[in-house]
């Protein structure tokens, strides 16, 4: 089967950069996505990494490094706004098209 | 319009009712998508409908019977349902590129919030 694993929570400070780290099993693997959800609301599309390197949208960046099947999301110059879930998220095994998502990082963002 | 509408926001219901959720789509998606999250977890997959067809049920229970009426409405029908499946139920739809073409990006619908008595 598929798992990912994050950390359960993670503080900063505002204006502060932080790393949410991300490990998978590779089985069927096509490529790693981010979502973040506010309390009360629902899971939004932060970013996806099909291959290694960085990707970056604004503030937010995203990492995938295949060989060691590890990602992580980058959030700079952070916001009371950021303080969010962050799930990382793998797109099922072949012919099966869903996400499994990791078990969620909770972001607190305090002044 | 990318948005994903669920309907009721709020329900309350008793073991022995039925009723239904409703989520609707105008995206021109092909795929929808019932998660269940509980607090402070990921959401769970429920089931996946791809182009009207239902093509994954991870094992759900009965209880809960999925329908997809046209390619931009699915519906979850409840009957007997238990304390248990309080929860949050998000609706969801993508593109549906395949399994291996890309990211395939869910849109969310804002979950229906469901309280069983």
């Known amino acids: 089967g598929q798992s990912l694993e994050q950390p359960s929570e993670v503080t900063a400070v505002e204006g502060a950069i932080v790393q949410i780290n991300c490990t998978y099993q590779?089985?069927?693997?096509?490529?790693l996505s981010w979502y973040q959800q506010h309390d009360g609301g629902a899971p939004t599309f932060l970013s996806y990494?099909?291959?290694?390197g960085l990707e970056e949208t604004g503030r937010f960046s995203s990492f995938l490094s295949r060989s060691d099947s590890y990602g992580y999301l980058l959030l700079q110059e952070l916001q009371m706004k950021d303080s969010a879930s962050y799930f990382c998220?793998?797109?099922?095994?072949?012919?099966?098209?869903?996400?499994?998502f990791g078990s969620g990082t909770r972001l607190q963002v305090q002044p | 319009d990318t948005e994903v509408t669920q309907t009721p926001k709020h329900l309350v219901m008793g073991m022995t009712n039925k009723k239904s959720l409703k989520c609707e789509q105008h995206?021109?998606?092909?795929?929808m998508y019932w998660y269940k999250q509980k607090a402070k977890k990921p959401p769970e997959l429920m089931f996946v409908?791809?182009?009207?067809?239902?093509?994954i049920n991870e094992s759900v229970p009965s209880r809960f019977s999925p329908e997809c009426p046209n390619s931009s409405l699915l519906n979850l029908h409840l009957h007997a349902l238990q304390p248990e499946d309080s929860a949050l139920y998000l609706c969801?739809?993508?593109?549906?590129?395949?399994?291996?073409?890309?990211?395939?990006?869910?849109?969310f619908g804002p979950g229906t919030r469901l309280t069983v008595l």
């Open positions: 590779t089985s069927g693997f096509y490529g």
């Open positions: 998220a793998q797109k099922r095994d072949t012919g099966r098209r869903a996400l499994t």
């Open positions: 990494n099909a291959l290694d």
């Open positions: 969801a739809s993508s593109q549906d590129r395949g399994a291996g073409a890309g990211t395939d990006t869910q849109y």
């Open positions: 409908y791809s182009y009207e067809k239902l093509s």
């Open positions: 995206m021109g998606h092909r795929a």
